[in-house]
């Protein structure tokens, strides 16, 4: 018979040496086919293996095969995979990317920093901060100042300098550009400036961070 061990699979002569051993807890078509061999050459003249015990073993090598081919198939797929989703993300750069979302986290007693991506020239214009409800909690001044991803630090006081609880906060901008045209923005939209692989994950660059590629919902 051949064992069915996981652990460990050995077949011992009359002197008791080992004639097989899987060192390697596991059994691959190489190692059943050894052990289906062995179990031949030292069967029981007088009590062969029967031609049903031998078609049934030798179905099972086929399935094991068939098994291990697909899981190489797979495993290659899978790195194709990888690779076709670092390309997409290289050809992402200089493509607006969207988060999802325009919420900040905001902690109580530090604040929140955040990121913005202007399209244009800020001439004049306000950042505005809601809470959860669509309230508006903040109102900040805008600088004139050259168009870009700028950088914001929110104490986390209302208009009021009522500190608030914890929590998440939209945050959005509303200004005029040099040329004096109404425009909007908010956190959460970024171009892609650039694309970093590391390992098999690839990152890519939105404001001064490096997020995962999964973290986009969008590309335009």
């Keep these: ?11 011992s002569s009359s002197d008791g040496s080992n004639l ?8 691959d078509k190489d190692a059943f ?3 289906l061999l062995i179990e031949l050459q030292y ?3 007088t009590d062969p293996m029967d031609s049903e015990k031998m078609l049934t073993q030798t179905s099972q090598l086929a399935t094991l095969e068939a098994q291990e081919n697909t899981n190489k198939v797979m495993e290659k797929l899978a790195g194709q995979m990888k690779n076709s989703m670092n390309m997409y993300a290289i050809s992402a750069i200089g493509k607006m990317a969207s988060i999802g979302y ?3 986290t905001m902690e109580k ?13 800020i001439h004049s214009g306000k950042l505005l901060i809601e809470d959860k409800n669509g309230n508006l909690v903040r109102s900040i001044d805008l600088e004139e100042g050259e168009q870009g991803v700028l950088a ?3 104490d986390g006081f209302d208009d009021n300098g009522n500190e608030l609880p914890s929590g998440y906060y939209s945050v959005k901008a509303e200004y005029l550009d040099s040329e004096l045209n109404q425009q909007k923005t908010q956190f959460g939209i970024y171009p892609v400036e650039a694309v970093r692989i590391e390992g098999d ?10 997020v995962p590629i999964d973290y986009v919902v969008e590309f335009y």
Excluded at 1 to 11: G, H, I
């Design 201 to 210: 994950e690839a990152l890519i660059k939105l404001g001064s961070s490096y």
């Design 152 to 154: 914001f630090e929110w």
């Design 102 to 104: 325009n919420a900040v």
């Design 33 to 35: 086919m050894k052990l």
């Design 1 to 11: 018979m051949v064992s069915n061990s996981l652990t460990k699979t050995q077949s």
């Design 20 to 27: 097989a051993v899987n060192p390697g807890a596991t059994l």
């Design 43 to 45: 069967q029981d003249p």
């Design 109 to 121: 007693g530090e604040g929140s920093k955040f990121e913005i991506y202007f399209p244009h020239e």
